[in-house]
């Protein structure tokens, strides 16, 4: 029986793994909230208490991108403290992003994370993994923040202009793809920097237009 937490919990990504673990009878849940980032004796409690730590905490959007990046790799800070400060040697795997080498304060503030945790990890014998991936979409996605499948869904649903910022390759993967994956990391122990495969290429314009296509079958006839 493998004791899991899951920063983030109640976020998107965060709410499908928890569903998904507590399902599993190999698994126990340990709760999480938000507030333990800003709690010390919860969070050195949370830590002490999990044998795998899901880490999915952090921020996407934000106005300036280096409130992103201090928010970010300060979370990833607090979460060692913790640890240090009790001796605890948790699993960590690290939710980090396919723009860790793009030149923004987001790709950054992943790649920062995930080397502070390999740091970690080689001082105190203990291991993280951690998982680079691709642009996720799927059920309870926030528009205008998780995914540019469900921002579009809301604006066509709400009677909004759909406007294309360039129309690139998206590579994505279903939520649900994700969390198999996020499984069997966990059980199988893999460590070190992990490359989650998208399950789909697709242009903007297409999502587009793919969308707009079900929004005529399936809500206007």
């Known amino acids: 029986m493998k004791k899991v937490g899951i920063t983030g919990q109640n976020g998107f990504i965060g709410n499908?793994?928890?569903?998904?673990?507590?399902?599993k009878e190999n698994i126990e849940l340990i709760h999480f909230e938000k507030s333990y980032f800003q709690e010390e004796e919860q969070l050195q409690t949370f830590v002490k208490e999990c044998d795998v730590i899901v880490h999915l905490a952090a921020?996407?959007?934000?106005?300036?991108?280096q409130h992103i990046y201090d928010v970010n790799v300060g979370l990833v800070k607090k979460l060692i403290t913790a640890c240090e400060n009790t001796q605890s040697t948790p699993h960590i795997l690290?939710?980090?992003s396919s723009q860790e080498e793009?030149?923004?304060?987001y790709g950054k503030s992943k790649m920062e994370g995930r080397t502070l945790l390999e740091q970690w990890a080689k001082q105190a014998r203990a291991k993280t993994t951690g998982l680079v991936i691709p642009n996720v979409f799927g059920p309870f996605g926030k528009p205008n923040y998780n995914s540019v499948v469900a921002t579009f869904c809301h604006k066509m649903t709400h009677g909004e202009p759909i406007e294309i910022h360039g129309d690139?390759?998206?590579k994505l993967i279903y939520?649900?793809?994700?969390?198999?994956a996020f499984y069997q990391k966990i059980e199988n122990e893999e460590t070190g920097r992990q490359?989650?495969?998208?399950?789909k290429e697709i242009k903007v314009s297409e999502i587009a237009k793919l969308l707009e296509g079900f929004k005529n079958e399936y809500l206007e006839k």
């Open 175 to 180: 939520v649900n793809e994700l969390i198999e």
């Open 195 to 199: 490359i989650i495969s998208h399950s």
């Open 59 to 65: 921020m996407n959007r934000h106005p300036d991108p």
């Open 168 to 170: 690139g390759l998206l």
């Open 94 to 96: 690290f939710s980090s």
């Open 102 to 105: 793009r030149d923004n304060l």
């Open 16 to 23: 499908h793994l928890f569903n998904y673990l507590g399902l």
